[in-house]
C-alpha cells in the first residue's frame, strides 16, 4: 500500500503545479477582463470558484424558463470541481443572476518517458480524461440555452503525444471536432469545447491567450 502511494507521488506533485500555475493564470484573466470590458460600470463583476454545487447548476438551467423537469439529487451537497476552477459573471443589481463565462480543466497524464529512462516497464495509459466526462456533461447541459460553451481543457504528458490512440478519446468526448482549436460557439447543433492537448507542458502565457479568448467570447455574448 505504501508502495503504491509513493507511485503517486510525482503525479499529484505535477497537479498541484498545474493547479497554482492555472490559478494565477485566472487572476490574471480577471484582471483583463474587468479593464477590457469596463465590468463594474455597466454594473457587473466576476466571480471565481474552485468548485460549484450541481444545485447551482441547475438553478441556472432553471433560470432560461425552458426546462421543469429534473431529477432528485442524492444530497445537495454535491459538486462538480474544475482543476482549474469555474468564472462566473454575476450582477450587482441581480444576486441570482449567474453565466459561466470560463471553465478549466488541466490533465497531466503519461509517465512511461520517464519509466523507459529509469529502465523500468512501461504502464497502462492512465484515465485522466477520463474524470472530464462528468464536468463536461454538467456544463454542457447548464449552458444548453446559451449560444455559447466556454470550456477549456489543457492536457500534456506522453501519453498525449501526437499519434498516441488515447487522442481518439479527447476527440470523442469533444464531439468529433479538432484537438487544439478555440471552441466556444455552438455550430451545427453540436457544442464543442477547447481541449488543447500535447506533449509539452503549457506556460502561463500560452494558457493566458486561450484563457483570455474563450473568456471574452462569452462575456461579449452574455452582455451585448
Given at each position: 500500500?505504501?508502495?503504491?502511494?509513493?507511485?503517486?507521488?510525482?503525479?499529484?506533485?505535477?497537479?498541484?503545479?498545474?493547479?497554482?500555475?492555472?490559478?494565477?493564470?485566472?487572476?490574471?484573466?480577471?484582471?483583463?477582463?474587468?479593464?477590457?470590458f469596463k465590468l463594474a460600470e455597466l454594473g457587473y463583476y466576476l466571480e471565481y470558484v474552485k468548485s460549484?454545487?450541481?444545485?447551482?447548476?441547475?438553478?441556472?438551467?432553471?433560470?432560461?424558463?425552458?426546462?421543469?423537469?429534473?431529477?432528485?439529487?442524492?444530497?445537495?451537497?454535491?459538486?462538480?470541481?474544475?482543476?482549474?476552477?469555474?468564472?462566473?459573471?454575476?450582477?450587482?443589481?441581480?444576486?441570482?443572476?449567474?453565466?459561466?463565462?470560463?471553465?478549466?480543466?488541466?490533465?497531466?497524464?503519461?509517465?512511461?518517458?520517464?519509466?523507459?529512462?529509469?529502465?523500468?516497464?512501461?504502464?497502462?495509459?492512465?484515465?485522466?480524461?477520463?474524470?472530464?466526462?462528468?464536468?463536461?456533461?454538467?456544463?454542457?447541459?447548464?449552458?444548453?440555452?446559451?449560444?455559447?460553451?466556454?470550456?477549456?481543457?489543457?492536457?500534456?504528458?506522453?501519453?498525449?503525444?501526437?499519434?498516441?490512440?488515447?487522442?481518439?478519446?479527447?476527440?470523442?468526448?469533444?464531439?468529433?471536432?479538432?484537438?487544439?482549436?478555440?471552441?466556444?460557439?455552438?455550430?451545427?447543433?453540436?457544442?464543442?469545447?477547447?481541449?488543447?492537448?500535447?506533449?509539452?507542458?503549457?506556460?502561463?502565457?500560452?494558457?493566458?491567450?486561450?484563457?483570455?479568448?474563450?473568456?471574452?467570447?462569452?462575456?461579449?455574448?452574455?452582455?451585448?
Amino acid at each position: 500500500m505504501r508502495k503504491r502511494k509513493a507511485q503517486h507521488l510525482p503525479k499529484n506533485t505535477l497537479s498541484a503545479d498545474d493547479d497554482k500555475k492555472v490559478s494565477v493564470v485566472m487572476g490574471l484573466v480577471i484582471k483583463h477582463l474587468n479593464n477590457r470590458f469596463k465590468l463594474a460600470e455597466l454594473g457587473y463583476y466576476l466571480e471565481y470558484v474552485k468548485s460549484i454545487k450541481l444545485t447551482e447548476l441547475i438553478s441556472i438551467i432553471k433560470s432560461y424558463d425552458k426546462r421543469t423537469e429534473f431529477a432528485t439529487l442524492t444530497y445537495e451537497d454535491a459538486y462538480i470541481k474544475p482543476d482549474g476552477g469555474t468564472l462566473v459573471l454575476r450582477k450587482k443589481d441581480d444576486e441570482n443572476y449567474k453565466r459561466i463565462a470560463l471553465v478549466v480543466e488541466m490533465k497531466h497524464q503519461g509517465t512511461n518517458d520517464k519509466r523507459l529512462e529509469a529502465g523500468l516497464k512501461k504502464q497502462a495509459q492512465g484515465n485522466a480524461i477520463e474524470r472530464l466526462g462528468k464536468n463536461l456533461i454538467g456544463i454542457r447541459a447548464t449552458l444548453q440555452y446559451e449560444k455559447v460553451t466556454p470550456f477549456v481543457c489543457f492536457g500534456w504528458g506522453i501519453d498525449f503525444a501526437e499519434g498516441s490512440g488515447i487522442r481518439n478519446r479527447v476527440i470523442t468526448m469533444n464531439e468529433f471536432y479538432p484537438l487544439n482549436r478555440v471552441f466556444v460557439h455552438k455550430r451545427e447543433s453540436y457544442a464543442p469545447v477547447s481541449m488543447y492537448f500535447r506533449e509539452k507542458e503549457w506556460q502561463k502565457h500560452e494558457l493566458f491567450d486561450i484563457m483570455k479568448e474563450i473568456a471574452e467570447a462569452s462575456i461579449t455574448t452574455y452582455i451585448y
